[in-house]
T-cell receptor, first 115, second 116 residues
Framework: NAGVMQNPRHLVRRRGQEARLRCSPMKGHSHVYWYRQLPEEGLKFMVYLQKENIIDESGMPKERFSAEFPKEGPSILRIQQVVRGDSAAYFC?????????????FGPGTRLTVL | AQTVTQSQPEMSVQEAETVTLSCTYDTSESDYYLFWYKQPPSRQMILVIRQEAYKQQNATENRFSVNFQKAAKSFSLKISDSQLGDAAMYFCAYRSFSGANSKLTFGKGITLSVRP
């Protein structure tokens, strides 16, 4: 059973470009979480999605950031018009259902560098 | 809102010795989960140990154990017989018991180095 997969592992963008980060959850998992880790910081929650629905986006900046988890295919975190402050590691985690006893399994992360 | 505080940015331990990493948290909830995650240089987040707040018994996983003090809102991690492979960043994290709030809240982390 493959773990959580994220691609690309490294992404370099120039200011003003768009960044698309992909997350394929573990097989059988329908809940996806995105976290951001700035240098020398802990992970900060961004958004929680269940298939085709955003459940909690309280940690996501209101502008330039969006996330989706379609019925088919991976979850996508999209950052438009990137700025230097977006440089960070972005982690995706998945779980089989909501809360309770369910562990979140993390992917290896995507390191975004904005030049 | 819940907060997690790790006030020690760095710690060092001699190989084969024991080290304790501190964590405090703040919440108004009575039921929740607490976690310690390890992040080695590969950056992969690895779950080390988990504690359910409603359980009085401290969790243990081989060389890893916790000291959970619910009234004091303290959750420290003890690593016994430290090994070189234990060198990593360690994050303390909180999650509500409620399914409506499944997000993890992390502390800033502590960098643990192991001296041979």
């Amino acid at each position: 059973n493959a773990g959580v997969m994220q691609n690309p592992r490294h992404l370099v963008r120039r200011r003003g470009q768009e960044a698309r980060l992909r997350c394929s959850p573990m097989k059988g998992h329908s809940h996806v979480y995105w976290y951001r880790q700035l240098p020398e910081e802990g992970l900060k929650f961004m958004v929680y999605l269940q298939k085709e629905n955003i459940i909690d986006e309280s940690g996501m900046p209101k502008e330039r950031f969006s996330a989706e988890f379609p019925k088919e295919g991976p979850s996508i975190l999209r950052i438009q018009q990137v700025v230097r402050g977006d440089s960070a590691a972005y982690f995706c985690a998945s779980s089989p259902s909501r809360g309770g006893d369910n562990e979140q399994f993390f992917g290896p992360g995507t390191r975004l560098t904005v030049l | 809102a819940q907060t997690v505080t790790q006030s020690q940015p760095e710690m060092s331990v001699q190989e084969a010795e024991t080290v304790t990493l501190s964590c405090t948290y703040d919440t108004s909830e009575s039921d929740y989960y607490l976690f310690w995650y390890k992040q080695p240089p590969s950056r992969q987040m690895i779950l080390v140990i988990r504690q359910e707040a409603y359980k009085q018994q401290n969790a243990t996983e081989n060389r890893f154990s916790v000291n959970f003090q619910k009234a004091a809102k303290s959750f420290s991690l003890k690593i016994s017989d430290s090994q070189l492979g234990d060198a990593a960043m360690y994050f303390c994290a909180y999650r509500s018991f409620s399914g409506a709030n499944s997000k993890l809240t992390f502390g800033k982390g502590i960098t643990l180095s192991v001296r041979p």
